[in-house]
């Protein structure tokens, strides 16, 4: 991978044409997080150590150079870190609570943000206090907070990268993985290797399995060559779409206890939906619809409208 690779090389040509007018300051930053804290179920606290640690995972998402490639403004990876936090002990400074991250990802010549990844880990746990400075070390991982905000962090930057180019997330994904596999001794949840099929290990683990590659396949065929040649020409794109939708089914056949699948179907649901609700041929929407059924069954009250 070049390390001058621009995340949006469609976008590129624009963006030079507007150096005439004006100089855009360059960025090697690749997230703009937005962090939300939910403290309402702890009570009798000041607000100071909620406050700093807001502020303290905000710098550290979007102050740091996650990758060796440079970012312009408008290419940073829009991703949202919502923390509900549920106890906190003012004696060890310890937390325990939840997060929600989701990164979404802007569809060529539309309005339309497109989300790549959504998944709610229920283990956020981690040492806090209110003057501490998030630092990381990728090599030595010795804080669960900072593992955790890594792991998510190059998770998405990878996965979004897939998205742009064939497998172009490869040493991104790889870097989730290291941490994953760092962070085992650390004693806290979400890290043990098969502790649990949908927590942090699982789910990088699965990414990078062999057998699951064509959903990494997928993300390009269903992002830069359907999404993002929608307003081109919609039939086309959702043929793209259909095409992708078969390397998912490929996946799942491959590896049929992965939840992967499934968490993306989750993910993808109301979109695909609208992609083929009322449009495309018949047979486009029975092959989608025994896809998506055969993956994810719980949701067939959304699967049926496909078919309409």
Request: net charge negative; hydrophobic share 35%; glycine share 4%.
């Amino acid at each position: 991978m070049k390390l001058a690779l621009k995340r949006y090389s469609h976008l590129l040509v624009a963006f030079l044409s507007l150096l005439t007018e004006t100089t855009h300051p360059a960025y090697s930053q690749e997230l703009n997080a937005r962090v939300v804290i939910n403290r309402s179920q702890i009570s009798n606290t000041t607000e100071a150590v909620f406050e700093a640690l807001e502020n303290a995972v905000k710098a550290f998402l979007n102050d740091r150079q996650w990758t060796g490639m440079t970012y312009e403004d408008f290419e940073r990876i829009n991703c949202t870190f919502s923390i509900t936090l549920k106890t906190y002990s003012e004696t060890d400074n310890s937390f325990t609570g939840s997060i929600q991250v989701q990164s979404t990802r802007p569809v060529y010549n539309s309005n339309y943000s497109t989300t790549v990844f959504n998944i709610q880990d229920e283990n956020f746990n981690f040492n806090f206090q209110q003057f501490d400075q998030l630092e990381f070390r990728p090599e030595q991982v010795d804080n669960n907070l900072t593992a955790m905000l890594a792991y998510y962090a190059y998770l998405i930057i990878g996965m979004d990268m897939d998205t742009m180019s064939p497998l172009g997330g490869t040493d991104v994904l790889q870097s989730a993985m290291d941490v994953a596999n760092n962070s085992q001794n650390l004693g806290y949840p979400g890290w043990k290797a098969f502790e649990d099929s949908r927590n942090r290990f699982a789910i990088i683990n699965d990414y990078m399995d062999g057998g699951l590659e064509p959903i990494r396949q997928m993300n390009y065929q269903y992002y830069r060559m359907g999404l993002d040649r929608m307003a081109e020409n919609t039939d086309t794109a959702r043929t793209a779409i259909t095409t992708a939708m078969e390397l998912l089914k490929t996946a799942h056949t491959n590896k049929t206890q992965s939840l992967l699948p499934q968490i993306i179907t989750d993910i993808k649901r109301d979109e695909l939906v609208s992609i083929y609700s009322g449009k495309g041929t018949k047979e486009e929407k029975e092959r989608v619809y025994d896809i998506v059924f055969s993956i994810n069954a719980s949701q067939s009250t959304y699967w049926e409208k496909i078919k309409k």
